[in-house]
């Protein structure tokens, strides 16, 4: 079970903004938590932002409060990351999540159901 992870926008200056896209496939994405995390060359994987099943309840990290925002569609089996205000730190390898616990589990664990295959952001200075 794999979600695909798409980007559009490409490549982008610091000040841009892009949006990733995570649709799950052989996952009904309405039943699960769903969340983005990050890694940077020479760095730690980390936790960028969740939501719930409903779409009700969101989670930041606190690098990228009030910049980014995680959303999903459920008809469209779809989870989304708006990301604004992009800084040159934002550059990592993206990797959509899903898991059957709530979606705050996200923030104290690396260890959850599906792991999609990463995309590139590249946020040039």
């Known amino acids: 079970l794999m979600c695909s992870c798409r980007l559009w926008g490409g490549l982008v200056q610091a000040g841009g903004s892009l949006r990733l896209s995570c649709s799950a496939s052989?996952?009904?994405?309405?039943?699960?938590?769903m969340g983005w995390f990050r890694q940077a060359p020479g760095k730690e994987r980390e936790f960028v932002a969740a939501?719930?099943?409903?779409?009700?309840?969101?989670y930041y990290a606190d690098s990228v409060k009030g910049r980014f925002t995680i959303s999903r569609d459920n008809a469209k089996n779809t989870v989304y990351l708006q990301m604004n205000s992009l800084k040159p730190e934002d550059t990592a390898v993206y990797h959509c999540?899903?898991?059957?616990?709530?979606?705050?589990?996200?923030?104290?664990?690396?260890?959850?159901?599906?792991w999609g295959k990463g995309t590139q952001v590249t946020v040039s200075s």
């Open positions: 052989g996952l009904t994405v309405s039943s699960y938590g």
């Open positions: 939501i719930s099943r409903s779409g009700d309840s969101t």
């Open positions: 999540t899903a898991d059957r616990r709530p979606a705050q589990v996200m923030t104290i664990t690396f260890v959850l159901d599906f």
